[in-house]
């Protein structure tokens, strides 16, 4: 079944974005008027983050949420066959000090947040880098779509492990020098150990802090 799907996200990634981009409108019209694909979580969750706008407001957010959520899954299946020249093309990044750094023979750990599509960020980081990037990732649920992803991610060689891998493989992964990113912003996979605190009026569990790993 992975190569059939993978298959199908081959043939699809070979059409021009401005032809995906036209599905993606498509896809977005139906996750949100026909199956309404987790809406009454995410309308939900804007009513508590933003108590003061009207309910007309927060559909906008909620319309303009799904659009980026349905791009960022077609710009990745895109990656597929997208060339190098392309993918410069759409993503950039200043990677100086960082290599300055390497350079010293410090290993480095990048923390980002989930505010563009985090698939470009790690394939421009580990194409500019000069030390082995290493990217801690949460597996997809279904095994099909994470190994077609898994293998988008590992393009330039990110080296890849499974949050719930971190701890057994750190020491393994780590003996040579290395740059670490981790998208911060991640639900904690034990609440009992995060920081809680409220977030946009609902208390929410933080990371404690990603250097405890290590």
Same mark, same amino acid.
């Given at each position: ?6 298959? /199908? ?13 036209? &599905?993606?409108?498509? /896809?977005?019209?139906? %996750?949100?008027?026909? &199956?309404?694909? @987790? @809406?009454?979580?995410?309308? $939900?969750?804007?009513?508590? %983050?933003?108590?003061?706008? $009207?309910?007309?407001? @927060?559909? *906008? ?23 190098? @020249? ?5 993503? $950039? ?5 960082? =290599? ?6 410090? =290993? ?7 505010? /563009? ?7 421009? +980081? ?6 082995? +990037? ?12 994470? *190994?077609?992803?898994?293998?988008? *991610? ?8 499974? %949050?719930?891998? &971190?701890?057994?493989? *750190?020491?393994?992964? +780590? ?8 998208? %911060?912003?991640? =639900? ?17 569990? /933080? ?8």
């Amino acid at each position: 079944m992975y190569y059939v799907v993978y298959g /199908f996200l081959w043939l699809c990634s070979l059409l021009p974005l401005r032809v995906l981009y036209l &599905f993606s409108e498509l /896809f977005y019209g139906l %996750a949100f008027y026909v &199956f309404k694909y @987790r @809406r009454k979580v995410v309308l $939900s969750n804007l009513q508590i %983050a933003f108590p003061e706008k $009207s309910a007309k407001e @927060r559909i *906008r957010i909620a319309k303009s949420f799904y659009r980026n959520f349905i791009d960022t899954f077609i710009e990745s299946v895109k990656l597929i066959t997208m060339s190098d @020249r392309q993918i410069e093309k759409h993503s $950039s990044g200043e990677f100086d000090l960082i =290599n300055k750094l390497a350079d010293q023979g410090k =290993n480095i750990h990048v923390m980002a947040g989930h505010q /563009f599509n985090w698939e470009f960020g790690n394939l421009i +980081f580990a194409k500019h880098l000069k030390v082995p +990037f290493v990217g801690v990732y949460m597996p997809i649920s279904n095994k099909i779509l994470d *190994r077609v992803f898994y293998n988008i *991610r590992k393009r330039y060689g990110t080296v890849l492990i499974s %949050a719930q891998d &971190f701890k057994d493989k *750190r020491h393994e992964v +780590f003996a040579k020098q290395y740059t670490l990113g981790l998208a %911060a912003d991640q =639900n904690p996979g034990d609440p009992s150990n995060a920081y809680w605190m409220d977030f946009m009026g609902k208390p929410a569990p /933080f990371v404690t802090g990603p250097a405890k790993g290590l």
